[in-house]
């Protein structure tokens, strides 16, 4: 399938607690407030059996292990795709999308150690090819992110995995954004929250159509 030739797509991307819920919240007051068109949505969910989905990977009852795991994230993210982000694409509007596909190259791959040819290939096949036009990287040492976490409330399945594996993790994202420096913007989550949004709103409008500032 052919990436759609209107719209924006965007993702946040780093580990719990770095404040990706924060600033997607301003960056949407920003959105609204400038009436651009715009859509969000998060991973996994964003569709009734992306929901479902989410339930079972955050249920800390349940142990699953990293295969099953990633094709859970990737069924999510393929019904994610053709029911809600190419559509709205397709509109034209600003796609914002809390965590895509480098979570589960980072989580699954650099965290759990799946074969990162595996995982480009079936993500392929779930997203159609589709890659956010720009990446959000909340960079954060993970001491400081399971603290943040942790001070809200009952951690989930993921917030209970070792320090270890946070660390390859934000290993993981880096390298990602490494890879692909055009498409990622990588800040430091420690930075004041307003400093955040104002530096990612500039992105952002840097990236929008004119038609639409
Ligand atoms: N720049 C910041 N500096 C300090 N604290 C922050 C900053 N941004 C967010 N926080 C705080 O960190 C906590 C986590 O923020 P938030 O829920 O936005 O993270 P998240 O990345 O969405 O986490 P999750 O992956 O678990 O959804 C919140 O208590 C929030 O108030
Ligand atoms: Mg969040």
Known sequence: MSQPDRGLFISFEGPE??????QIAHLLRHLESESVPHTVTREPGGTPLGTRVREVLLDPELTIDPLPEFLLYSASRAQLVTNVIRPALGRGEVVVCDRYADSSLAYQGFGRGLNAGLLRGITAAATGGLWPDLTVLLDLDPVIGLERAARRGQPDRLEQADLTFHQRLRQGFLKLAEAEAERF???????????????????VQSRLPASEI
């Open 185 to 203: 913007l990588v800040l430091d989550a420690t930075l004041d929250e307003a400093d955040l949004e104002k530096t990612i709103w500039e992105a």
């Open 17 to 22: 607690g770095a404040g990706k819920s924060t």
